[in-house]
C-alpha cells in the first residue's frame, strides 16, 4: 500500500476509534479540538486525493444531493411491534403465558429502555452499511440510506471481526432531550418551525429528502435487536447479542439489564422510572424480552407482536387542566416569553402550576386564550408546554391573546427582529429584568458556580442597588450583604466566599456565563479550546465560523456581543476583579499533550469526572483500563483492581497530590 494510502487509513481509523470511543463507550480519550484536527488532515488529504475516498471515510456523512422521494424498501423479516402492559397484572401475566408455554418456574429476561423515537433497521453487508429502513408498516419501509449515513453514533463499517456476512441491526433513532432544546432554540432564532417534542423533531429530521439538513440535526441511535442474520454466527442471548453490537461498534443504551423473574423486573422498572428525568433522552417505557433466543423461537409470535417480548408503558405526561392567566416574562436575551398559569394539575408524578407558550407566533397558532382548557405536556425535565386547546370547551366571549407592544417590566417598545420568532425588549441591561436574569445565569451551576447565589438573592442584591451588573458581584462589601432581609454575617461571609473561589474558573464556563445569545455550553467549549479572549473579541464572523458547530448565527452574535462597548466594559471590569481561567486549547498543552490517564478509586477534592475534564482539557487522554500504553494511574481511596494491574505493568501511580502537581505543573508552561 502506498504512504499516502496507508495515511488515510491511519487517519480514517483514529477518527472512527475516537468516535466509537465517543458514541459507543461513552468514554472520550482526545478532546474534541483533537479529534476535530485529524478530521480536517484527513478532509485535506482526500481532496488532494480524491480518487482514494472511501464510502466508509468519516468525511463521507455531511450529506448528499437531495432525493426526489424516498424509495420502498421491502423487509425480509417483518418488524414487529410490541404489546403493552400497563399495570403489575398484565406484567404478571405475560410472565405467566411465558413460563407456561416454556414450561419453566422462572424464565430470564433482559429488560432495556423504550425509547420515544423511531424504529429503524440497518442492513450490514460484509460489516459495511449498505441500507437503512424505517419500520413503515413493518412489512415496507422508506429507503433512508442517506440521511442515516449522517447520525455519526452510526458505524459506516462495523469494528473487529466476528460480524456476520449479513447482518440486519434494528434500533431506535431519537434526539436527546438538550439536542431537542438546543434544535429548537436554532428553529426559533431562524423562524423555522419548532418541533412538539423530541420524537417530532426526530421523525421530522430523518423525514429530510435533503440529507444535508438530516446532517445538521442532532440524531442519535440505540440498537436494541436484530434481523436477518447470513454467513455467521450470534450469541444465544438477546443480551450477549446486544454486547456483541456494542462490540461491533453500534450503541447500547447503558440502561440495559439482564433479570430473572418478576421480582427482578419490577426492580428494573422502579429504578428506572426513579432516574427517568434525569435521563439524557426520553423514555416511554421499559421493554422485557426472554433473553434465550431459542425460547424465543419456541414462542413465536402473534400478528403483529412477539410472545416473547412486552412493553410496560410509564403513565402519561399529559393532563387536562384550565387556563387561569396568561403572563408575559422577560429573558435574559430580552425574548418575551407567554407563560400559561394554570389550575394546578398533576403531570408524571409532579404538580404543574405554569406551562410555556413559546412564542408569539406558538400563542397564535395555537389560539391560547384565558379561561381555556388545554392539553398539557411534561417531557422529563424540560418545562411544561401548552399542547393544544380543546376547542369544545371554550367559554364564549374569551379573547384572543396579543403580545404587548411594550415590555412588561421597564416599558421599553417591544421589537420584532428580523429572522426571528421571538419578541424581544429593546432596553437592553437597562431592563430590570434582562439584567437580573443576566447575572442569574452567570452565577449558576453550569456557568461561574456561584454557590449559594440563587433566584432571589440576586433579585435581592439588585434590589438593594448593591448590584447593576455582573461585575458588580465582586465588588460587593461584607457589611452591605449581611444587612439584607434575612441574611446575617454568616451567611453572607459564605456568599463572599463563594464568590471569591469563583474568580479561579474555567474559560468555556466563563463565555458561557457571559450569556451571550445562542452560545450555549458546548459551543463555549468549542470556542474556549480554539481561541483565547483577545482573539474572540477581535474575530470576524470568518474566524468564528472556523470552529466545530458554530454558524453565521451564532457567529454574528459573539460579534455583535463584543462590539457593544458596555459588555466589554463589563467583561474588562470582571477580569480586572481578579477572574482567572487556564488555557483549554489543546496546542497550549504541552506536557499532558497525549498522555493516557486511568483514574480510579474516590478522589479527595474532585470528582472523578472533574479530574477526567481537566485532564482533557490539557491533551491528556482518559481511559476506562489500565494496559501496557497507559502512562498514569490516579488512584484516590479505595482504588481496586486497576492499582494492582498498574503495579505488575510499571505504570506511573499518582495520588491525589500528584495529579495536581501535574494538573499545575502543565499550567506553568
Ligand atoms: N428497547 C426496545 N425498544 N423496542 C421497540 N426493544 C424493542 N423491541 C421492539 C420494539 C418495537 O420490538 C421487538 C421486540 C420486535
Known sequence: MGSVESKLDELRRQLNDYSYRYHVLDDPVVPDAEYDRLYQELVKLEHEY???????????????????????????????????????????????????????????????????????SLLYEHGKLVRAAT?????????????????????????TTGFPGRLEVRGEVFISKTGFEELNNRQRAQEEKIFANPRNAAAGSLRQLDSRITAARPLQFFAHGIGIVDAGEIPESHFDILQSLKSWGLPVSAETERVAGMEQCIGF?????????????????IVFKVD?????AELGFVSRAPRWAIACKFPPEEAVTEVLDIEVQVGRTGALTPVARLSPVRVGGVTVTNATLHNADEVQ????????????????????????????KRQEGSQAFTMPAQCPVCHSPAE?????????????????????????????????????????????????????????????????????????NKSAENLLQAIEASKNTR??????????????????????????????????????????????????????????????AIVGKVISAGVVWESMRADDATELQGKTFVITGTLASLSRNEAKERLISRGAKVSGSVSARTDYLVAGENPGSKLDKARSLDVRVLDEAGLFEILGRDEDV
Open 292 to 296: 434465550d433466543l431459542e425460547h424465543q
Open 50 to 120: 480524491p480518487e482514494l475516498v472511501t464510502r466508509d471515510s468519516p468525511t463521507q456523512r455531511v450529506g448528499e444531493q437531495p432525493l426526489g422521494e424516498f424509495s420502498e424498501v421491502a423487509h425480509e423479516l417483518p418488524m414487529l411491534s410490541l404489546d403493552n402492559a400497563f399495570s403489575n397484572e398484565d406484567l404478571n401475566a405475560f410472565d405467566k403465558r411465558v413460563r407456561d408455554r416454556l414450561d419453566l418456574a422462572e424464565v430470564q429476561y433482559t429488560a432495556e429502555v423504550k425509547l420515544d423515537g423511531l424504529a429503524i
Open 365 to 392: 397558532r395555537k389560539d391560547v386564550r384565558v379561561g381555556d382548557t388545554v392539553i398539557i405536556r411534561r417531557a422529563g425535565d424540560v418545562i411544561p408546554e401548552v399542547v393544544r386547546v380543546i376547542p369544545e
Open 507 to 568: 474559560f468555556d464556563k466563563f463565555l458561557y456565563a457571559l450569556g451571550i445569545r445562542e452560545v450555549g455550553q458546548t459551543t463555549a467549549r468549542n470556542l474556549a479550546t480554539h481561541f483565547q479572549l483577545d482573539e474572540i473579541r477581535e474575530a470576524t464572523q470568518e474566524d468564528l465560523c472556523q470552529v466545530r458547530d458554530i454558524g453565521p448565527v451564532v457567529a454574528d452574535n459573539i460579534v455583535r456581543f463584543f462590539r457593544d462597548e458596555r459588555n466589554v
Open 269 to 285: 422498572y422502579r429504578r428506572i422510572a426513579d432516574i427517568r428525568a434525569q435521563l439524557p433522552y426520553e423514555i416511554d417505557g
Open 135 to 159: 419500520r413503515g408498516d413493518g412489512t415496507t419501509g422508506e429507503d433512508v440510506t442517506s440521511n442515516i449515513r449522517t447520525i455519526k453514533s452510526i458505524p459506516l463499517a462495523l469494528r
Open 416 to 488: 420584532r427582529v428580523e429572522g426571528e420568532a421571538a419578541i424581544r425588549c429593546s432596553g437592553g441591561l437597562y431592563c430590570r429584568a434582562q439584567a437580573i436574569q443576566s447575572i442569574i445565569h452567570f452565577a449558576s451551576r453550569t456557568a461561574m458556580d456561584i454557590e449559594g447565589l440563587g433566584d432571589k438573592l440576586v433579585e435581592q442584591l439588585f434590589n438593594e442597588g448593591l448590584i447593576r451588573d455582573i461585575s458588580d458581584l465582586f465588588h460587593l462589601d461584607h457589611e452591605q450583604v449581611a444587612a439584607l432581609e434575612r441574611m446575617g
